[in-house]
């Protein structure tokens, strides 16, 4: 019990003097570079703030929702392995039958077109 106080006493005293130390440390000297929108040498030609089209949120969020799906489908192949492999591979297929009917929905609802 006296080593855990100590072992908490001593990060939160480590942790408290290195938050403190990042206050001090760094050297602010802001400039017109350094304040620009763009730091690659240039000077900006337009607006850093562009509307874009919200089709591409559309579009990364349907990719990271089939992307996470897949993920669940890893473990299949070890799947073989197992003393009854039948309910995992039946949730494998469940899990293919739902991503290819919601391809197909996305599909048909016109979510996988760029321009209309």
């Not at 080593?3 to 206050?23: D, G, N, P, Y």
């Not at 591409?56 to 089939?66: E, P």
């Not at 009854?84 to 494998?92: A, F, I, N, Y």
Request: one cysteine or more; proline letters at 7%; a negative charge.
């Amino acid at each position: 019990m006296n080593m855990l106080i100590m072992v908490l006493l001593m990060t939160t005293t480590l942790s408290s003097l290195l938050v403190i130390l990042s206050f001090w440390l760094p050297t602010m000297n802001p400039d017109a570079e350094k304040l620009s929108p763009y730091e690659c040498g240039f000077d900006p030609l337009g607006s850093a703030r562009l509307p874009f089209s919200v089709r591409f949120f559309l579009i990364a969020i349907l990719f990271l929702l089939f992307d996470l799906k897949i993920a669940l489908l890893l473990p299949t192949p070890w799947a073989s392995q197992l003393t009854h492999p039948l309910h995992v591979l039946s949730l494998s297929a469940l899990i293919l039958i739902l991503l290819t009917a919601g391809l197909i929905y996305e599909w048909y609802q016109g979510g996988l077109e760029w321009a209309q």
